[in-house]
């Protein structure tokens, strides 16, 4: 069974720094697409950056230049490091994996930036 974690979420003044990982169990990580995706309250769902499983990545108009999405295979892992936050970037920040199945989610944690 596919199991996402996601942590390093929190509370962060405009223009501090957060890095997100999401811990994979249950599934061949290396080679998933993984994405992150964030909601904030009232809107719907967005992906915010992707990754492939060789590496290469995407991210959204809002975040290019600000965030960065990486993996590290041998722990299972991707991370979204964010800088420069800003106040709209609060909501809670899921991870996924698009499976042969189907795409899995994590719980999701919580970003707040502070104005």
């Known amino acids: 069974q596919v199991q996402l974690v996601e942590s390093g979420g929190g509370l962060v003044q405009a223009g501090g720094s957060l890095r997100l990982s999401c811990a994979a169990s249950?599934?061949?990580?290396?080679?998933?697409?993984m994405a992150w995706y964030r909601q904030a309250p009232g809107k719907q769902r967005e992906q915010v950056a992707g990754?492939?499983?060789?590496?290469?990545?995407s991210s959204a108009d809002s975040v290019k230049g600000r965030f960065t999405i990486s993996r590290d295979n041998a722990k299972n892992t991707v991370y979204l490091q964010m800088n420069s936050l800003k106040p709209e970037d609060t909501g809670v920040y899921y991870c996924?994996?698009?499976?042969?199945?189907?795409?899995?989610w994590g719980q999701g944690t919580q970003v707040t930036v502070s104005s």
């Open positions: 996924s994996s698009r499976e042969l199945a189907g795409d899995y």
């Open positions: 249950g599934t061949i990580f290396s080679i998933n697409f």
């Open positions: 990754i492939s499983s060789d590496g290469r990545t």
